[in-house]
T-cell receptor, first 114, second 114 residues
């Protein structure tokens, strides 16, 4: 049973560039959420995708955008990168079911902005 | 907005002993889920235990148990017979029953001494 996979695992960008991070959810899951985890802090919710639509969004600027594909995989795009965007970006999948709320996480994509 | 507070940035326990990690949360909702996640160094976050707010009985998973005090909005994690493999960062998380967003605390780093 394939778990949540993310790519790339590490990447380095410079300020002003754009980045795309990718996520494949756990087999059977239909919902993908993205979180930003700064060093030494807890994950912060960016947004959640279900049925190819953004269902909920956290307090992140429009520079952060995403997409979900028909196979449930997802992308996170960040434009005009800032130094403060350096973080571990976590993808988490789940089932859109009221009784099942646990998240299954990938290993993350560590983004460094220079 | 919901908030989750973990007041212990670091905790230490002797192998085979018991340790309790604290978590408090703030919400005006009555139906929600609470979780403890474990994030080992450089490894993916995994679920340790979860609690449905409508259940009065405290959840238990092998050596892990919770003390859920709904009125006090407290959700502590007890780890019994601590093992070296329990060393990790532990995050308390809240999720409304009506939204996909999970709110995390800033974590407690647990060290297990041999």
């Amino acid at each position: 049973d394939a778990g949540v996979t993310q790519s790339p695992t590490h990447l380095i960008k410079t300020r002003g560039q754009q980045v795309t991070l990718r996520c494949s959810p756990k087999s059977g899951h239909d919902t993908v959420s993205w979180y930003q985890q700064a060093l030494g802090q807890g994950p912060q919710f960016i947004f959640q995708y279900y049925e190819e639509e953004e269902r909920q969004r956290g307090n992140f600027p429009d520079r952060f955008s995403g997409h979900q594909f028909p196979n449930y995989s997802s992308e996170l795009n960040v434009n005009a990168l800032l130094l403060g965007d350096s973080a571990l970006y976590l993808c988490a999948s789940s089932l859109m079911d009221r009784e099942l709320g646990e998240l299954f996480f990938g290993e993350g994509s560590r983004l460094t902005v220079l | 907005a919901q908030t989750v507070t973990q007041s212990q940035p670091e905790m230490s326990v002797q192998e085979a002993e018991t340790v309790t990690l604290s978590c408090t949360y703030d919400t005006s909702e009555s139906d929600y889920y609470l979780f403890w996640y474990k994030q080992p160094p450089s490894r993916q976050m995994i679920l340790v235990i979860r609690q449905e707010a409508y259940k009065q009985q405290n959840a238990t998973e092998n050596r892990f148990s919770v003390n859920f005090q709904k009125a006090a909005k407290s959700f502590s994690l007890k780890i019994s017979d601590s093992q070296l493999g329990d060393a990790a960062m532990y995050f308390c998380a809240y999720r409304s029953a009506y939204a996909g967003k999970s709110t995390f605390g800033d974590g407690t780093t647990l060290t297990v001494k041999p």
